[in-house]
T-cell receptor
Framework: GAVVSQHPSWVICKSGTSVKIECRSL??????MFWYRQFPKQSLMLMAT?????????EQGVEKDKFLINHASLTLSTLTVTSAHPEDSSFYIC?????????????FGDGTRLSIL | GNSVTQMEGPVTLSEEAFLTINCTYT??????LFWYVQYPGEGLQLLLK?????DKGSNKGFEATYRKETTSFHLEKGSVQVSDSAVYFC???????????FGKGTKLTVNP
């Protein structure tokens, strides 16, 4: 079945560091990928829609300069949390939907737990 | 806009009990409906889906029927197992958008 790989699964780093998270679709192409943030015991909040070959679309209230998204190929999107601070600590999850196939659901990565000290 | 409301829980059941997690939605047009499951420390896995009215999604003993007249997509399982302990999210997509709108999630704990 469709698999989305997210890397790394856990990051602990100092305040001020920039952190890059990768999201790969392993056996399908995805023109569009999605990045979510999940706070403890809460639902997923869509941060942005990543579009291959063009700029990402950010949800209201999400700082585009803080959360840089690059979708360089049909199988890879990256989220970079720039100059991370403790309030950026969270669980980040990506998803991807197979391109060109109707009625296909989004497939999710296993998430990245980011802890900023 | 689109929205999903699901019972918040937490829900605690004994093994082999019957499970229902209620989910209702508000959407324009004809959305697709999903249930996702999140095991501790992991991402989301698609559990089941339904794309049109009266469709029944089923997987691993779980079922949900797309009820347009009541705008509902309740999740049911006849006999839960300890391994079903997880957080369950109801979600929809539609209105020409691929974006998923999630409910707040329901934590299920099944005790032996």
């Amino acid at each position: 079945g469709a698999v989305v790989s997210q890397h790394p699964s856990w990051v602990i780093c100092k305040s001020g560091t920039s952190v890059k998270i990768e999201c790969r679709s392993l056996d399908f192409q995805a023109t569009t990928m999605f990045w979510y943030r999940q706070f403890p015991k809460q639902s997923l909040m869509l941060m942005a829609t990543s579009n291959e070959g063009s700029k990402a679309t950010y949800e209201q209230g999400v700082e585009k300069d803080k959360f840089l998204i690059n979708h360089a190929s049909l199988t890879l999107s990256t989220l970079t949390v720039t100059s991370a601070h403790p309030e950026d600590s969270s669980f980040y999850i990506c998803s991807a939907r197979p391109t060109g196939v109707s009625n296909q659901p989004q497939h999710f990565g296993d998430g990245t737990r980011l802890s900023i000290l | 806009g689109n929205s999903v409301t699901q019972m918040e829980g937490p829900v605690t059941l004994s093994e082999e009990a019957f499970l229902t997690i209620n989910c209702t939605y508000t959407a324009t047009g004809y959305p697709s409906l999903f249930w996702y499951v999140q095991y501790p420390g992991e991402g989301l896995q698609l559990l089941l889906k339904a794309t049109k009215a009266d469709d029944k999604g089923s997987n691993k003993g779980f079922e949900a029927t797309y009820r347009k007249e009541t705008t509902s997509f309740h999740l049911e399982k006849g006999s839960v197992q300890v391994s079903d302990s997880a957080v369950y999210f109801c979600a929809l997509s539609g209105g020409g958008s691929e974006k998923l709108v999630f409910g707040k999630g329901t934590k299920l704990t099944v005790n032996p």
